[in-house]
């Protein structure tokens, strides 16, 4: 397939607004005040007949998916995009933090309405769900009903959503700004504190990584004092949250705005703890090709040995391209309009946030963010990412009011295009380097599903002892921290104390429960990808999932595709895949 010439390795944020004072940027956001407010006047009246009417609440209906239309907010997208590339950017902060007390706002003038919908009598509830005038919203208003237990009153409503800038967003905001303004000295020179992160699990030489690990740790311990008051603090607002809405368990609201069925998600997360011996064994593995008795937590992901083929950006792209574009063409064009346009900001730099996601709305292009260093890894991350770009792009079909696609499920298509990516890339490597593949490939299973399982427990005791104790110290955080990584990595390892000091950047922490999205995409994507080898015409129906949004709940898009995640064993499945490779490995590692 034709390569695809990269005009610039940066964001061309111009596809959002020429600069950051085009008057486009106050113009737009007028127009979404201007929405919610004229909504706000027509329907937040004494007489709703929407309430009791079909065709009234039909219009209501229409008129609030317009302004879930613009709800994206490309002016808040737009500057916080710019602190991403640019923490020091301070115009960006200040714009970021005016924008979200606006969009609190709109948010609040329109908030009688899902309040409004939630006191509707039962049975009136159910005529509506039945009614075929409103059979395109039936999804929406079973979520607004069942939501309705977790609902207060609109003035505390209206409370909640003010607060929630200076309660969390700050505070996130603060710790990351200081995060991405930090720097390691090494060997003379001075490279971002991301990029230090990442070498220091990645560096051939042990005593290297041992080194950066604990240059690094040293910057954490010196924001850990920060930290530790962020934490307190965005877990008690949540602790206080959670009380007055009634969710009774800390990650109840997380798999509430998830859809996903509580059942399905304690059967994973108890799954895979109680498999923590198949990551045990692993590392058993790992050790002795490492030649080390004993491994300290920056070996973690360490390499056995160098994967020299390199996978610089253009060659990663031409691969994908012909990957991908033999599952469907349109695949290969969304990824070259993607390079062509500036929508990928591809290198690290010192002001840059670390790590990789994308950000695809219904109403606003899609950007994904790299910090690409030219190695497998790179490549892998590359494929995550444009998974997640190929889901929303196909998920646009449902319009605004569910194109929104659950977060297990984002997690499950972007680890899906990651394994069959990951698969080509192996036809590069010799056979030296795919062993070498294979052990990193496990490696990445084990830190997808055991350490992300992990982090899901040692949150959950995070929040458990705030909520009865009051607060946590930054040296317990760091004890907690140490105390369920041992839990996964098993005996080999022996951890330090200032290991533990790695929850000062460990954002998912922050993103409350997410991390149980990501084992659970993994494992539901090798589910599809088994069916998918087994019966090539199965992708039909993979599309059908990536087409879907957020239609209905996980389970039941899946179910609509033959996947069952709530039978028994259905986990285990993807667990006893690992197992084999793990198997496998033991078997090639045997004859070196």
Sequence with gaps: MKATKTKSSTWNLGLLYTSSIDPQIEKDMIELEDLAKTFANTYDVDEKKYLEDDNALLSALLDFEKI?????????????????????????????????????????????????????????????????????????????????????????????NLKSQVSYDMWIGGNEKILNQQSVLWKNKRIALSQAMSLATQMP??????????????????????????????????KIDDELRGFAQPFDSTV????????????????????????????ELKSRLMKQKV???????????????????????????????????????????????????????????????????????????????????????????????FHGELSRVQGPLYSDYSTSLAETASTLF??????????????????????????????????????????????????????????ALAELHNKHMSAYLGPRFKMTIDDGYFFVSWSHIRRFFYVYSYAYGMLVSKALLRRYKNDPSFWSKIEIFLSSGGKASPEQILNEIGIDVSKSGFFEEGLSEIEDDIKELEKLSSKI
């Design 418 to 475: 990651e394994s069959i990516a990951r698969e080509d890339a192996y036809k590069q490597l010799n056979d030296k380097e795919r062993l070498i593949a294979l052990h990193d490939k496990i490696n990445d299973d084990i830190c997808t599903i055991f350490r992300q399982i992990a982090c899901f427990n040692f949150e959950e005791e995070i929040h458990k002892d705030i909520r009865s104790n009051g607060f946590i110290s930054e040296k």
């Design 295 to 389: 491994l300290a937590y920056s070996d973690r992901v360490a390499k056995i040995g160098t994967i020299k083929t390199k996978f610089n950006f253009e060659n990663s792209v031409s691969i994908l391209k012909d990957t991908f574009g033999k599952l469907n063409v349109k695949f290969a064009d969304y990824l070259d309009s993607y390079v062509s346009s500036g929508q990928i900001d591809i290198y690290p730099r010192i002001g840059k946030k670390s790590g990789a996601y994308c950000a695809g709305t219904y109403s606003n292009p899609t950007f994904v963010l790299l910090n690409h260093i030219d190695d497998l890894h790179s490549f892998t991350t590359l494929a995550h990412e444009m998974g997640h770009a």
């Design 68 to 160: 879930m239309e613009k709800a994206d907010a490309k002016p808040f997208l737009y500057f916080y995009f710019l602190r991403d590339i640019d923490s020091k950017n301070e115009l960006a902060s200040a714009q970021i933090a005016m924008f979200q007390s606006r969009l609190a706002v709109c948010e609040n003038k329109i908030a009688f309405f899902k309040i409004s919908l939630g006191t509707i009598p039962g049975k009136k509830q159910r005529q509506f769900l039945s009614s075929s005038t409103l059979i395109n919203y039936r999804v929406f208003l079973e979520r607004v009903f069942d939501d309705a237990q977790y609902m207060l009153s609109l003035p505390e409503e209206k409370i909640m």
């Design 256 to 283: 509430q705005k998830y859809r996903n069925d509580p059942n399905v998600v304690r059967q994973l997360t108890d799954t895979v703890t109680k498999r923590f011996d198949i990551s045990h064994r692993f590392y």
């Design 205 to 238: 030489k042990r005593e290297d990584r041992i080194a950066m690990s604990k240059a690094v740790a040293t910057v954490l311990k010196s924001i850990a004092p920060f930290s530790e008051a962020e934490i307190n603090a965005i877990v008690t607002n949540k």
